[in-house]
């Protein structure tokens, strides 16, 4: 099991947080979802060190939604709290432990991907979690002829 400093148990909780947050303003769930794992905001956090690591949800949401301008919108499907919070924070330990990406990450596992597999994973290690994950992209790949990287 990997043992994450305080540092980056704090910056999975700011990531939980942040998707909260993106919740209550209103954001459609998915598309704040994909909008934030492939952006420039998710690459500072993957980042060894960036000054936005040191920064609090509020101001993260307010960098993506400067950097994503008329992408996020409000309304259209809204996932629970237990969902937004559980997905930002494993998106951001499955960085930690793994190495990879978020936009890497995010293709393995999609916003539709961690609402569904929430109820069902939401109470496991992290880490079992995240193999768990990766397994269903690898089943899923298995289905289509031409390779896909997960």
Known sequence: MLEL????????DIQGRLFELALKEGYDSSVFMEAFMNSHAAECLDDTYDRLQWAGEEYILEELEEETAGVLKKGGELFSREIMYWSGYVYRYWHYYSGET???IYKIA????????????HTLDVEMAIDDLKEICRQRMEDIPEPVDC
């Open 5 to 12: 400093s305080l540092d980056k148990r704090q910056l999975c």
């Open 102 to 104: 978020s936009r890497e």
């Open 110 to 121: 999609d916003a539709r991907t961690m609402e569904e597999c929430w109820m069902g994973f």
